[in-house]
C-alpha cells in the first residue's frame, strides 16, 4: 500500500463494552461457584474501586486476578471462557463502538484494542471485534498450565505507553496520524501519546481533562 499506515487504537472496558471484561470474569467465577462467593466478591470490588481512583497495584491485582487460572486444567478453562463470552460479554458490545472500529478498518487503518485486561480474557473478544492486534498483558503458561504469573509488560497506565512502543519498535512503525479512544483517566499516558485522542464515555477526571484540552468527547452508549 506504502506510506505510513494509522492505527486506530481502542481500549475495551467501558469503551467498547458496556462494562468491565475482568470484573464480569470475576462474577462468573462466583457465579458458577468456582471461588469463594464472598472473599472474592469483596476483592474483586475493591479493586475496582482502586482502578476508578486511579491507584490501584497492578502487580497486586494480576495476582488476585491470574489466581483462579492456576486451579484448572487449560481445556476445561477455555470451556468456560466460551461460555463467559457468549453470556457476559457478547450482550455488552456496543454496536456504535464496532461502527466506529469498522469505519476506521473500512478507510485502510491499522484497528487495535489495547487493554488492562488479560490476553486469557480478551483474546477472544478481540477475535469478536476482528482486530488485527491485541495488546493486553499475557498469562504465563509452562507445560500447558497456567502459573499465576504473567510474561512481559503489564498493559495498564504507562504499561500501556511501553507495551505499544515496544509493538512500534518491532513493526518498524510509528503513530503518525493514529487514534486512540478510551473512557479512563487511566489512560491519560497514552492518550497523551497520540495525535488524535478521543474520550469515549469519559470518567470524570478524563471529562475535564478531555475539555481543557479540546479534546473530542464522544459516547457509545444509547442512554
Known sequence: MGG????????LDNTLLKGDSDYLWG???VDRGLVDRDAHEAANRRFYEEYAAGTLDIERYLRFALAPLTRFDAAQLHDWRREFVQDYISPIILPAGRERLDEHAARGDTTMIITA???????PIAELFGVDHLLATR???IDGRYTGDWVGTPTFREGKVRALDEWLRDQGRGLDQSWFYSDSHNDLPLLERVPNPVAVD?????????GERNWPILSFRDE
Open 4 to 11: 505510513p499506515v494509522t492505527l486506530a487504537i481502542f481500549d
Open 27 to 29: 462474577q462468573f467465577l
Open 117 to 123: 485486561t488479560n490476553a486469557f480474557i480478551t483474546d
Open 139 to 141: 498469562p504465563e503458561r
Open 202 to 210: 469519559p470518567d470524570e477526571r478524563l471529562r475535564r481533562v478531555a
